[in-house]
């Protein structure tokens, strides 16, 4: 998976606590981004950034954090984590945002259970 | 409202057919549209790209159209085997910004049956 690696794999915790997904790339990409799937929706970019200490919004980011202090690592965080937050989250990367290099790599994903 | 839609039917199809999935959308105009292609229980990985004023692209067994006046674009697999068995997403830029902010579809599901 283009030297992306995402941790844990899998997660069930408990409504109301606090949660981090880690998302590490070896590739010395300077976009990263995450998104979540859920069945019957297309992949929907949570946040993204575009360097590090750079991050913005995506279309759904409400109950997420993100942060990026080295280029290599992108940290998604639930602050208090809810069921409707249950899902599949999947981080990318990407060489440029536009051009010929805006193709996403992803990672393997992030199976997020809240009970 | 902006929407990109692909058939939420999973298509069967016999080896050695060509495989059609259709992406369609609505109220964007992207300057270009990819295709991914994901395994369960694994992310997507990028097949290919065209550009809106490229009306047709070519990798392979895989072959790609795109119609901006029907805004839709086709895939095509030939000569499909079982190991093209998998979900097919659509992606493409609606050209919000700076920034790569793909907008996809939910996916196709592609069984192929020797």
């Known amino acids: 998976d283009a030297g992306i690696t995402q941790s844990p794999r899998h997660k069930v915790t408990e409504t109301g606590t606090p949660v981090t997904l880690r998302c590490h790339q070896t590739?010395?990409?300077?976009?990263m981004y995450w998104y979540r799937q859920d069945p019957g929706h297309g992949l929907r970019l949570i946040h993204y950034?575009?360097?590090?200490?750079?991050?913005d919004k995506g279309e759904v980011s409400d109950g997420y954090s993100v942060s990026r202090s080295k280029t290599e690592d992108f940290l998604l965080t639930l602050e208090s984590a809810t069921s409707s937050q249950t899902s599949v989250y999947f981080c990318?990367?990407?060489?440029?945002?536009?051009?010929?290099?805006?193709?996403?790599?992803f990672g393997s994903g992030t199976q997020l259970s809240v009970l | 409202s902006q929407k990109i839609e692909q058939n939420s039917e999973a298509l069967n199809i016999q080896e050695g057919k060509t495989a059609t999935l259709t992406c369609n959308y609505t109220n964007y105009s992207p300057a270009y549209l990819q295709w991914y292609r994901q395994d369960p229980g694994r992310g997507p990985v990028f097949l290919l790209l065209i550009r809106e004023n490229e009306k047709e692209k070519r990798k392979e067994r895989l072959k790609v159209t795109f119609d901006t006046t029907l805004k839709q674009s086709l895939f095509h697999i030939t000569a499909s085997q079982p190991a093209d068995s998998a979900t097919y997403l659509c992606?493409?830029?609606?050209?919000?910004?700076?920034?790569?902010?793909?907008?996809f579809g939910a996916g196709t599901r592609l069984a192929v049956h020797p």
């Open positions: 990318a990367i990407s060489e440029s945002a536009r051009g010929a290099n805006e193709k996403l790599f």
């Open positions: 590739e010395n990409h300077r976009y």
């Open positions: 950034s575009y360097g590090v200490k750079d991050t």
């Open positions: 992606a493409l830029d609606p050209l919000s910004g700076g920034y790569n902010k793909l907008i």
